[in-house]
T-cell receptor, first 113, second 116 residues
Framework: GESVGLHLPTLSVQEGDNSIINCAYSNSASDYFIWYKQESGKGPQFIIDIRSNMDKRQGQRVTVLLNKTVKHLSLQIAATQPGDSAVYFCAENQYNQGGKLIFGQGTELSVKP | GAVVSQHPSWVICKSGTSVKIECRSLDFQATTMFWYRQFPKQSLMLMATSNEGSKATYEQGVEKDKFLINHASLTLSTLTVTSAHPEDSSFYIC????????????FGSGTRLTVV
């Protein structure tokens, strides 16, 4: 189902370490997934996306993994920096629901210097 | 890249009044725009899908008479919170999908609404 009324889990990492943020999605018909970064008081910012015909995609310092069998996404951030501190959301494009973009629960990443 | 402008960035209004929030796609045409609401420390909740030239599609539990959405052009959608109450205080965010594009959406910077 959709994420409603749940408070954000947090992940605290040391600067320079790798971060892994996980997300479960709800609709097996979703064909496109996006990770967003949201800083306090701002709108979500696109990080990386992946289509359902792929299981891995890499960007600059970020990698997204998709496991359709268990409906799971992960975002890996290499060499995490203080500027990476934010809330991270996965979103699924529900193709069979008119292309709605539904957000997951989110994870608050805190990077310690 | 695609830019979505949302205005105002924050607004304070009295209970019972109405507030209009604008969402504009600045450099592309958006046939579809989405409106989200976000409470502190929570995820974005989809309120409605706004399609240019037609009625908006509201998510279950969202009162369409309270949250009026108008998408009169390919670059502008508005959300009007009518008869606002303190429980409507929230962060409202719009996003727009580029016409013909098969990839994700661009988000506005959000509007912080406080009803006193």
């Amino acid at each position: 189902g959709e994420s409603v009324g749940l408070h954000l889990p947090t992940l605290s990492v040391q600067e320079g370490d790798n971060s892994i943020i996980n997300c479960a999605y709800s609709n097996s018909a979703s064909d496109y997934f996006i990770w967003y970064k949201q800083e306090s008081g701002k709108g979500p910012q696109f990080i990386i996306d992946i289509r359902s015909n792929m299981d891995k995609r890499q960007g600059q310092r970020v990698t997204v993994l998709l496991n359709k069998t268990v409906k799971h996404l992960s975002l890996q951030i290499a060499a995490t920096q203080p500027g990476d501190s934010a809330v991270y959301f996965c979103a699924e494009n529900q193709y069979n629901q008119g292309g709605k973009l539904i957000f997951g629960q989110g994870t608050e990443l805190s990077v310690k210097p | 890249g695609a830019v979505v402008s949302q205005h105002p960035s924050w607004v304070i209004c009295k209970s019972g009044t109405s507030v209009k929030i604008e969402c504009r796609s600045l450099d592309f045409q958006a046939t579809t725009m989405f409106w989200y609401r976000q409470f502190p420390k929570q995820s974005l909740m989809l309120m409605a899908t706004s399609n240019e030239g037609s009625k908006a599609t509201y998510e279950q539990g969202v009162e369409k008479d309270k949250f009026l959405i108008n998408h009169a052009s390919l670059t502008l959608s508005t959300l009007t919170v009518t008869s606002a109450h303190p429980e409507d205080s929230s962060f409202y965010i719009c996003s727009a999908g580029e016409q013909g594009a098969s990839y994700g959406y661009t988000f506005g910077s959000g509007t912080r609404l406080t009803v006193v």
